[in-house]
């Protein structure tokens, strides 16, 4: 009976081979061996020129079998702070046992004499880097193709894994160069010459002028998690922060929700924009003709929004990046929402290691931001630990992120949504309302905590100064009622209180 064990990495060994896959096409796989066996006798002769190496190459830039073992044998007397030399690699060659599988100490006098100037060292570097990545390319390529044909594999884990594929080919592609701190503070200087001219927050406004000047808006490349436990309004803040950006600001946004359908999140929006009870948003409780007015009247602002929603339900993070890298090119989108962080699917190979996973889709998260340069709001879950602690005001903790401490670590900024009536810390019907903001983490400001009241009849937060404000423009609206019953207009002002949520 076969060994079918063995079947599986076979076909792996055969998928990369390069060689066979050059038969297939009737080409050579991308290779320059002169130029490697170049860059090794110049590795051989000249010190600085194993450092340049070292820096920029790897064993998988040398096709030549003997060049790549020549290399692994630079790369172990580097590793262990020993000159490379012609007889300290002979010694190490022979050490691994490869010295006679690539040819013997001729060889290496061989290499030492194919120089051919140490001075052109980053040229040839240049040639070997852009082999491996065609090379990488062809076999992610091979890959990708052979999967195409199997009908075992879905649909939805062959794009997954095609995105991944390529883009681990590319990533090492660009590197980029170490800057002087001259050049660095003359751009922090034109980029302050640029804030002295604007008013009010530097990146984003967020809508709610306390977090505006502690955070000065949300900042560009940043990755900001939004945590709370289930029904505290994590995605009633969200919606209200991607409507102050799209409605009152005219920003692009991108929200990406995985647990709620488009349609929810439109619905919850439009209960907030109008001021109507929920029950009539929904259909359970039929519209007055003149709320019908009111309705329209009020949605005019929010439907020219620039605000874009997918609502894929556990999207794989690299069809995220592949989404948003869109959305910012195409719509100029410059501030995104993820809800939330734990529904979202990380790479297929480290399914089944949850603490993994999640660490994977933090990091990808925070490096989407920084390659975009947009903010990137994700709402996380946080551990039961948060609302059983004992003692103390019952505040969550950065500790409380739940499934992985990764999150706490990439996270630029975190805030925590703290409603002490639903934690037991308060049995005041009166306080039922009132919510705390906390900004737990910061790395380029301040922490504070921000009272705020969440109006759960409105889905709506408000700032508690801001409150005065609701209810003059309330009562101006009541007294203009009879010439313009709609006044008021969209926005954060103009909502009657209408009842309970």
Sequence with gaps: MPDTSRTPRKRKEQAVNLDTIGLEMGNKPPQALDVE???????????????????????????GVKNRMVFEAISSLVTEHTSVDYVTVTAKLREKGNLEAVGGPVFLTDLSQKVGSAAHMEFYVKILKQKTIQRDLITASHEILKDAFDESVKVEDLIDHAQSKVYDA???????????????????????EE?????????????????????????????IILAAR??????????????????????PVAFFSLEMS?????????????????????GGVKLEPFEWQQLEYKLKNLAKAPLYIDDTPGIPIMEFRTK????????????????????????????????????????????????????????????????????GTGKPQLSDLRESGSIEQDADMVIFIHRPDYVGMSENVE??????????????????DIDMRFRGDQIRFTELTEDFDIQAQTFESSMNSYDEPFAGGGGNGGFADTGEF
């Excluded at 090794?40 to 096709?63: H, K, N, R, T, W």
């Excluded at 590319?170 to 980029?191: C, H, L, P, R, Y």
């Excluded at 505290?232 to 005219?250: I, P, Q, Y």
């Design 37 to 63: 066996e170049a860059v090794l006798g110049a590795m051989l002769i000249e010190p600085a020129c194993v450092d340049q190496a070292m820096e920029e190459l790897s064993a998988s830039c040398f096709y």
């Design 170 to 192: 590319i990533k090492n592609s660009v590197k980029k160069e170490v800057q002087d701190i001259g050049s660095i503070i003359n751009t922090a200087m034109t980029e302050l």
């Design 195 to 223: 804030l002295q001219t604007k008013e009010g927050a530097t990146g984003v406004p967020s809508g709610f002028p306390t977090l505006d000047r502690i955070t000065g808006g949300w900042q560009p490349s940043d990755l």
């Design 230 to 251: 289930p029904s505290v309004g994590k995605t009633a803040f969200s919606l209200n922060l991607a409507r102050n950006a799209a409605v009152d600001h005219h920003i």
């Design 262 to 282: 488009a349609i929810q999140l439109v619905k919850r929006m439009m209960t907030s924009e109008s001021g109507l009870p929920a029950d009539k948003i929904k």
């Design 324 to 391: 948003l890298k869109t959305l910012v090119k195409n719509k100029g989108v410059r501030l995104v929402f993820v809800d939330y962080l734990q529904l979202m699917q990380g790479p297929a190979e480290l399914r089944g290691m949850r603490e993994q996973e999640v660490a994977a889709i933090s990091r990808t998260l925070k490096a989407t931001a920084k390659e975009l340069n947009v903010p990137i709001i994700s709402l996380s879950q946080l551990s039961r630990q948060a609302v059983t602690r004992t003692g």
């Design 431 to 448: 306080d039922r309302e009132k919510t705390q903001i906390v900004i737990a983490k910061h790395r380029n400001g301040e922490t504070a």
